[in-house]
């Protein structure tokens, strides 16, 4: 006699299952979302007759998967040239980040282009969808709408249009009837993705999705959501600022290291070919506490402004405030220039930020830091035209960076004079023997420390002229 099957616990929230049942999942860690699943059953796999011969892989036609341009020049460099026939899409980000407005800007340029596209919306209605368009520029007899939120009615609409584009936002609000669960659960998530993704691939629609995010930042629904995409896309960006980014996190038909930046505003959304101007203020005097940096979003250098604040505190605990720094790197540079520089902060507030909401997370943006907390301090500012790079290690040493001579172009075409840089392996101690080298009429100094970077800009103790009040 066969065994009764054993029941499995499945977490509502990521669909991760279990043998027994726990409180908090092993996946996506929620409290109270792992509950017992309803056991299927599995029929059995006959074997279903094949309706294309394999072929040799070299017999393969690929102008088939040939990129297409989908009127958005920021989005193409982050697809890696455009749109794919029968390539599956997930855009993920948070509410109000502007998915909706980017896609049926995607759709209105496929739509120009001769090219029919269905957009298919399960959160708005219809008329909702249109004063949108109206308000963007988006109407176009080539762009077909449809406010559904069955599976099967999406489909028959797929099969009476018949587009080369399908947008589906979102795909958490669509249901699939004769499945358990509601519209936006696990399993409804999984069978409607599957259902679209399959269609896509055998009638070759490039199909793009809206996916919503948790509260952590993840897409929500089950983590085989991401595997049945080709492409899967995080839209960022803070609600205070216009501003906005698409990162590619995973990418089969192009690299995963691209970003493309727009400009959210009243009239839609527009590319930002030149973010730089976002995050850098141009000054036209020396300002004490401001340095600029180079960091690289993917394969694109940008340059962000660091600004530092030291103010004696009153407290027992200075505070440490950061807003778009991490907060590590912040105490682990104020250490490094107590122990190696003699700047001692250990009784001052300090507050540290990035000029129009920019983000640093690498640690080439080190110098930088360590450059604004020292003219803060000293209330000296660095001399005009200066752009530093490099991350500093606790010994007090420069470490070289990634794509330097990227970063280094980008500083030259921008106008700036001098680079402070890590000193390469191998390059000679003295001085002296160095040779100092251009990169686009922008001279490049490569120094071993940051003891010795704050000493070529004039900001140490020795050096520092303080500025009175009103110059």
């Keep these: 006699m066969p065994k009764p099957p054993r029941p499995t616990y499945r977490c509502t929230e990521c669909g991760w299952e279990t043998a027994k049942w726990v409180g908090r999942c092993g996946e996506c860690q929620a409290w109270g979302s792992v509950a017992e699943a309803a056991l299927a059953p599995t029929p059995r796999q006959a074997a279903t007759p094949v309706t294309t011969a394999a072929v040799p892989i070299g017999q393969v036609a690929v102008e088939d998967a040939a990129h297409r341009s989908s009127g958005v020049p920021e989005l193409d460099r982050v697809l890696g040239g455009g749109l794919v026939p029968g390539a599956a899409i997930l855009l993920a980000g948070e509410p109000g980040v502007g998915k909706s407005t980017l896609l049926l800007e995607v759709a209105a340029q496929t739509a120009r282009y001769q090219h029919r596209t269905l957009y298919v919306t399960g959160e708005e209605s219809a008329s909702q969808v249109r004063l949108r368009a109206d308000r963007t520029g988006g109407v176009h007899d080539q762009l077909y709408l449809a406010a559904e939120t069955d599976l099967g009615a999406v489909l028959t609409h797929v099969e009476q249009v018949r587009p080369t584009l399908l947008v589906v936002d979102s795909v958490q609000t669509i249901g699939a009837s004769g499945v358990e669960g509601v519209p936006g659960g696990v399993t409804q998530v999984k069978e409607v993705s599957a259902a679209l993704v399959r269609m896509a691939k055998t009638r070759g629609i490039t199909t793009i999705l809206v996916g919503h995010v948790t509260k952590e930042g993840s897409i929500a629904g089950p983590r085989v959501l991401e595997h049945l995409v080709d492409v899967v896309l995080h839209f960022e960006g803070d609600r205070d600022s216009r501003f906005r980014m698409v990162r590619a996190m995973k990418?089969?038909?192009?690299?995963?290291?691209?970003?493309?930046?727009?400009?959210?505003?009243?009239?839609?959304?527009?590319?930002?070919?030149?973010?730089?101007?976002?995050?850098?203020?141009?000054?036209?005097?020396?300002?004490?506490?401001?340095?600029?940096?180079?960091?690289?979003?993917?394969?694109?250098?940008?340059?962000?402004?660091?600004?530092?604040?030291?103010?004696?505190?009153?407290?027992?605990?200075?505070?440490?405030?950061?807003?778009?720094?991490?907060?590590?790197?912040?105490?682990?540079?104020?250490?490094?220039?107590?122990?190696?520089?003699?700047?001692?902060?250990?009784?001052?507030?300090?507050?540290?930020?990035?000029?129009?909401?920019?983000?640093?997370?690498?640690?080439?943006?080190?110098?930088?830091?360590?450059?604004?907390?020292?003219?803060?301090?000293?209330?000296?500012?660095?001399?005009?035209?200066?752009?530093?790079?490099?991350?500093?290690?606790?010994?007090?040493?420069?470490?070289?960076?990634?794509?330097?001579?990227?970063?280094?172009?980008?500083?030259?075409?921008?106008?700036?004079?001098?680079?402070?840089?890590?000193?390469?392996?191998?390059?000679?101690?003295?001085?002296?023997?160095?040779?100092?080298?251009?990169?686009?009429?922008?001279?490049?100094?490569?120094?071993?420390?940051?003891?010795?970077?704050?000493?070529?800009?004039?900001?140490?103790?020795?050096?520092?002229?303080?500025?009175?009040?009103?110059?």
């Design 251 to 471: 990418n089969r038909f192009g690299p995963v290291d691209e970003v493309g930046c727009f400009d959210l505003g009243p009239d839609g959304i527009s590319a930002v070919s030149d973010p730089t101007g976002l995050f850098v203020e141009h000054h036209h005097a020396g300002v004490a506490g401001t340095c600029v940096a180079v960091m690289m979003e993917g394969r694109r250098p940008l340059l962000a402004e660091v600004q530092a604040l030291a103010t004696l505190s009153a407290q027992e605990r200075p505070r440490r405030t950061t807003s778009g720094l991490d907060s590590s790197r912040l105490a682990m540079v104020l250490a490094v220039l107590q122990q190696h520089v003699g700047l001692k902060l250990v009784n001052h507030d300090v507050f540290a930020s990035t000029v129009g909401g920019a983000r640093l997370h690498e640690p080439s943006a080190d110098l930088a830091l360590a450059v604004a907390l020292a003219s803060a301090t000293l209330a000296t500012p660095p001399p005009p035209g200066v752009v530093t790079m490099g991350e500093i290690g606790l010994s007090g040493e420069l470490r070289r960076v990634r794509d330097l001579e990227v970063r280094l172009g980008e500083a030259a075409r921008l106008g700036f004079k001098t680079a402070v840089v890590p000193r390469p392996a191998g390059a000679p101690v003295d001085p002296r023997a160095e040779q100092p080298r251009t990169v686009e009429g922008m001279r490049v100094v490569e120094v071993p420390s940051v003891a010795a970077a704050l000493h070529y800009l004039g900001l140490t103790a020795r050096q520092a002229r303080r500025l009175p009040l009103g110059e």
